[in-house]
């Protein structure tokens, strides 16, 4: 799987909107960009995933560069509640293949 | 999404004791399952890979005899840490993944404290 890179932490208003950007410039063809995150002494929460064009769901929305190498999750206007470390990772696009964990980016909510 | 559950949330046990923890697809079939560990302060690590029916691939350096793993069912997959050690204190977690679903989805976790 390609490798990808975050910030270590970020903060952001109450309300704002959050832009987490992620970097995976020797990302596959066949790989895709997916978004957990992980509230504090819980499981990863699934976010959202895309190939190549942007996606949007209740929970946030997926910004894909069209060459591929960099993406932004985008949550529109966050809560104390999104607080967490925001995990990007990209794999090949079916549930049966691993995910592998960096270190994340602490997303801090700030009132 | 779709929902993974884990009994027990938290449990402690003394030294030399096994633990027993299991992971469940409520409303889905995981036909393949994985158990990661996480230590404070630190990213999940994948400790093994099942599928159904099938026996566990464990990562290197992961003791297989020690952490018994069983995905006898499309909904169930069961972790037991045998004799367990303080140093084997950790949050285990449990996702499901496989089927008709791209992506995986993860148990709340289980909290293991070895006295």
């Known amino acids: 799987d390609a490798k990808t890179t975050q910030p270590p932490s970020m903060d952001c208003a109450e309300g704002r909107a959050a832009n987490l950007p992620c970097n995976h410039s020797t990302i596959s063809g066949n790989e895709y960009v997916y978004w957990y995150r992980q509230i504090h002494s819980q499981g990863p929460q699934y976010i959202i995933h895309?190939?190549?064009n942007n996606e949007t769901n209740e929970m946030a929305s997926l910004i894909i560069t069209e060459d591929r190498k960099s993406s932004t999750l985008i949550l529109p206007h966050a809560t104390l509640r999104d607080t967490a470390v925001y995990y990007c990772i990209v794999r090949v696009g079916a549930g049966s293949y691993q995910l592998t964990f960096g270190k994340g980016t602490k997303l801090s909510v700030i009132p | 999404g779709a929902v993974v559950s884990q009994h027990p949330s938290w449990v402690i046990c003394k030294s030399g004791t096994s633990v027993k923890i299991e992971c469940r697809s409520l409303?889905?079939?995981?036909?393949?399952m994985f158990w990661y560990r996480q230590f404070p302060k630190q990213s999940l690590m994948l400790m093994a890979t099942?599928?159904?029916?099938?026996?566990?691939?464990?990562e290197q350096g992961v003791e297989k005899d020690k952490f018994l793993i069983n995905h006898a069912s499309l909904t169930l997959s069961t972790l037991t840490v045998t004799s367990a050690h303080p140093e084997d204190s950790s949050f285990y977690i449990c996702s499901g993944g496989g089927g008709n679903t791209d992506t995986q989805y993860f148990g709340p976790g289980t909290r293991l404290t070895v006295l």
């Open positions: 895309g190939l190549k």
């Open positions: 409303d889905f079939q995981a036909t393949t």
């Open positions: 099942s599928n159904e029916g099938s026996k566990a691939t464990y």
